[in-house]
């Protein structure tokens, strides 16, 4: 048996002991060792270390990443544009019109102006071609490729030819029309020298839904073009009248263009087109013949240079980026108090 007169005997208590069991019982039971203050401290002290290091970290890597993102416009900015020949080389100089022809398009008269002026100032580029694949679009964007492709034959002295591959129609024939001589496939699609204004007419079908059209305009014209409201005849003569002479303006264009290769007939400039072989016939085409005939047997230079301006892969990260800062802005801004 032990003897209960000694310290280390069983239910013998010394005033530490008493404390310690005192602790125990206010924290439910849970013993606490001596110092745990300082260790917890000390975990909660490394884990906000530790997470301002990975937050430096991250923000490091996004800093990183835009600066890499924006090495890579830069970089790519510098390459922008169709390849130069060597101005000792010869060589035949090809811009691509493939598309609608319209403001902002592929097709536009600023990227097609500037890719015509670098192809005519080079010394190396014997001739230029302009490769069409076109259904038309604005008389306006043709109208200023057209006016600019006598502008630079007279300049540089150089001839200039179109190819059409699958369509040369409407507006894309006003801009054909300017070259020296149109070469066609003889399933091409040409021709189409007419002007359209299209759109949809409701008041039939509102009337049936019992639908009022509720429109103010200040000028008693301002809405003649609205598809919820009758159109009145004076209103559609005078839209008629507009078309009708751009049309002329388009015919003239195309006769001083082709001149007396022209077999004119009631239906030339109706709006029609034709095959290929049938535009020859017309005077609207002069030969069958694809780029690669053009540049060997015609301009006698068979390397083809692209001279068609494109839009790279930095301009379209670009855009994309400025837009998703933009529609950010705009919500961020949608987000603030109004007045009302």
Known sequence: MSDPNKPDSPGYDTPASGDFAQRTAQTGGTA????????????LAFAALNEQKASRRWKTIVRMS????????????MYRGAPRADKSTAHTAVVEI????????AASAELIVAAMRSAFEDEGAKAVVLLINSPGGSPVQAGIINDEIFRLKAKHRKPVYAVVEESCASAAYYIASATDKIFVDKASIVGSIGV???GFGFTGLMDKLGVERRLLTAGANKGFLDPFSAQSPEQRAYAQTMLDQIHKQFIAAVRKGRGNRLKETPELFSGLF??????????LADQLGNLDFVAREVVKAEE?????????????????????????????????????
Do not use: C, H
């Open 32 to 43: 606490q060792a001596p110092g745990w203050e300082r260790a917890t401290l000390e975990k």
């Open 66 to 77: 835009w600066l890499a993102f924006f090495v890579f416009l830069f970089w790519a900015a």
């Open 98 to 105: 493939k598309g609608e022809i319209a403001s902002g398009a």
């Open 196 to 198: 359209l204004m299209d």
């Open 274 to 283: 034709w095959s290929g072989q049938q535009s020859i016939d017309l005077g």
């Open 304 to 340: 083809l240079i692209d001279y068609t301006r494109k839009e790279n892969v930095a301009e379209r990260l670009a855009k994309r980026f400025g837009a998703a800062v933009g529609e950010g802005a705009v919500k961020a801004l949608q987000t603030l108090p109004a007045l009302r």
